[in-house]
């Protein structure tokens, strides 16, 4: 895909988007970690006019993750005699107390993985309650669902379920009177799942443009002069920039196979609050996969920021990381405060490697 | 954590295909892209093909910009 890389058609672009610029403050959202790596691995925004602002969502999964959520998979861990299973960047995500390293450090067995599959094959291996920490959008959870319907005989295997969904944010969002959007550019790969039609409904209820955009250089500059075209025509609708990976329909199996498993639920975002409709819960036939009702733990609420820690105005597009009086002093990959610092998507760890 | 990355699809097994990206081969799933065949390019997520990549509609997106330019 070196045509979406190439130098010339970066120029070009840049000088098409000169050309059509209306000069006035454009406030265009991505919802997605590896648009914001995007942007800063190949300084696109330096490339814009400034008037033109691209500006983070809630695109981290690991950044939107509640601390309640990380405390329950820490209690569990802590007090069962239990194996959990997480992402990578979940691993150093502070809770209110500690995060899952530390509650390894002191004994817990805590163990990173890659892919789902690999916690269903440590699962079968041993006789100890397997928890999975599952967390992702819509890319990551039709592999969840599809192996928990091909291991529905397996016993001691349960997920703490922690799936949110996209388009129920961005509608969050776009209802904020305080947050200035004036279009988005959808996630490519949540899209080559869902497909057009749940954008669709937005960009007529709310008439901003929408634009799927894969994640070159050239894909995300294209997608922008897609946003100003429509804003030209005003004519907001659903266009797809990303075609080469994404359908109008979208992966239907995959579709399927998540409805299957789960079910829609409110669900709360970290820094940003409750959000109708925007997360999954298993089903009931599916109950003995879910941790908390096979344990029969609940979920406390705790504390979701430390005070001063400005992650849910960044998530909301209302502040960038520089904004936080923390950034790069006290908090820092090495010692990170808020989940924002430690993901490899995160908007504040991104910054900070980028600038 | 949406992240996906192309590879070719060199061997089908039932559920399972051999891939290649770019010199890194690696066994994952294509149970959500069964219609996938070797010699198919996939976009690959966590172990899983997620979809099949049409390389004559990577044009096409360039060919958006070509009608707007
Ligand atoms: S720099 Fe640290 S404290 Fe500030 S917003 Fe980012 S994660 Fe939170």
Redesign the interface.
């Known amino acids: 895909m070196l045509e979406f890389r190439d130098k010339p058609t970066t120029q070009a672009l840049i000088k098409e988007i000169k050309k059509i610029n209306p000069k006035k403050e454009i406030r265009i959202m991505h919802v997605c970690g590896t648009h914001e790596m995007t942007l800063a691995r190949w300084g696109l925004r330096k490339l814009l006019p400034r008037n033109i602002k691209l500006i983070c969502g809630p695109g981290c999964p690991v950044c939107v993750t509640s601390v309640s959520e990380i405390d329950f998979a820490i209690k569990i861990v802590k007090e069962k005699n239990v194996i959990l299973t997480t992402f990578g960047d979940m691993f150093r995500v502070p809770g209110t107390n500690s995060s899952l390293s530390e509650t390894k450090s002191h004994g817990a067995d805590v163990r990173v993985i890659y892919g789902i599959d690999e916690a269903v094959k440590i699962a079968r291996k041993t006789e100890k309650e397997v928890i999975h920490f599952s967390i992702g959008f819509e890319t990551t959870t039709p592999m969840i669902a599809s192996e928990i319907l091909e291991n529905e005989t397996l016993k001691n295997f349960s997920i703490i379920c922690s799936h949110r969904l996209i388009p129920p944010a961005m509608k969050y969002l776009l209802s904020c009177k305080d947050i200035e959007i004036d279009g988005f550019i959808c996630p490519g790969h949540v899209s080559t799942i869902i497909g057009y039609e749940p954008y669709k409904i937005l960009a007529e209820n709310f008439a901003k443009p929408m634009v799927i955009g894969g994640f070159e250089p050239n894909d995300v500059l294209l997608s922008v002069l897609m946003i100003l075209r429509q804003m030209k025509n005003e004519k907001p609708k659903v266009e797809n920039e990303y075609v080469r990976a994404v359908k109008d329909k979208g992966n239907i199996i995959a579709q399927k196979i998540m409805n299957n498993v789960f079910g829609i639920c409110d669900k709360g975002w970290r820094g940003i609050g409750t959000i109708p409709n925007s997360g999954l819960k298993l089903k009931n036939e599916f109950a003995k996969f879910d941790a908390e009702r096979r344990f029969g733990i609940k979920i406390k609420k705790s504390q979701d920021i430390k005070p001063g820690c400005k992650c849910g105005e960044i998530m909301k597009g209302k502040a960038v990381p520089q904004d936080c009086p923390y950034f790069g002093k006290i908090c820092t990959p090495e010692r990170p405060i808020g989940a924002c610092m430690v993901s490899i998507e995160g908007a504040c760890y991104i910054t900070y490697n980028y600038s | 954590?949406?992240?996906?990355v192309?590879a070719k699809i060199e061997k089908i097994k039932d559920k399972y295909a051999l891939v290649d990206f770019e010199g890194l081969k690696k066994n994952i799933?294509i149970?959500?892209?069964?219609e996938v065949k070797v010699g198919d390019y996939v976009?690959v997520?966590?172990?899983?093909s997620?979809?099949k990549?049409?390389?004559k509609?990577?044009?096409?997106?360039?060919k958006?910009?070509g009608t707007?330019?």
């Open positions: 954590m949406c992240l996906a192309p799933k149970i959500l892209t069964p976009l997520h966590a172990g899983f997620i979809q990549i049409n390389k509609e990577a044009k096409e997106s360039l958006i910009w707007i330019r």
